[in-house]
């Protein structure tokens, strides 16, 4: 099945800075890419994903980037502030006629903003 | 639109015992997937249901099963709990054809003792 490697599983940076998690997966057949947000005891808040026929997509301070050959997709945070802490999780799935829901995770990141 | 809600949050249980909880997705939304989250193995695909039917299972033993109502309201039964069992169960919801965008729950915090 599907494994997702997420890396560092903890990130520090200061206010303003940029911060960039990286996941990489194996099996090529994966065509969809979400990232979620999961604040301290809440749920996990889907902020942007990216789907294989794409290579970047934005949205504001936030964008993600996909390589299928290396199969390795990224987030990145530009001007990072205070209530961007949190964890981050990476996913990826398989379409299968559109039947395919299974989303596998990575381990999560824990991102750090400092005032 | 109201988000997914999920029922009970917090639940307490005794080894041995079962336990049922519930999701109601987002309205028009036909596909509920649920999601086992522990600080160890963080998030575990369970099952996936979309239109009374589960489509999709994880690698979860037969303690585990649910089923999806003609509304898409969804639940999942754990049956003879085990310690290890203590986690944070999320559904979410899904249109369930196309668009993939899952949209999670608060989920319920069950503690078995």
């Known amino acids: 099945g599907e494994n997702v490697e997420q890396h560092p599983s903890t990130l520090s940076v200061q206010e303003g800075d940029s911060a960039v998690i990286k996941c990489t997966y194996s099996d090529s057949a994966s065509n969809y890419f979400p990232w979620y947000k999961q604040e301290l005891g809440k749920r996990p808040q889907l902020i942007i994903d990216i789907r294989s026929n794409v290579g970047e997509k934005k949205d504001q301070r936030i964008a993600v980037t996909l390589n299928k050959t290396a199969k390795h997709f990224s987030l990145h945070i530009t001007e990072t502030q205070p209530e961007d802490s949190a964890v981050y999780f990476c996913a990826a799935s398989m379409d299968s006629g559109g039947s395919n829901y299974k989303l596998t995770f990575g381990k999560g990141t824990l991102l750090t903003v400092n005032p | 639109k109201a988000g997914v809600t999920q029922t009970p949050r917090y639940l307490i249980k005794t080894r041995g015992q079962q336990v049922t909880l519930s999701c109601s997705p987002i309205?028009?939304?036909?596909?509920v997937s649920w999601y086992q989250q522990t600080p160890g193995q963080g998030l575990q695909f369970l099952f996936e249901y979309f239109s009374e039917t589960q489509r999709n299972k994880g690698n979860f033993p037969g303690r585990f099963s649910g089923r999806q109502f003609s509304n898409s309201r969804s639940e999942m039964n754990v049956s003879t709990l085990e310690l290890g069992d203590s986690a944070l169960y999320l559904c979410?919801?899904?249109?369930?054809?196309?668009?993939?965008?899952?949209?999670f729950g608060p989920g319920t915090r069950l503690t078995v003792t």
């Open positions: 979410a919801s899904s249109l369930g054809t196309g668009l993939k965008e899952q949209y």
């Open positions: 309205s028009g939304h036909r596909s």
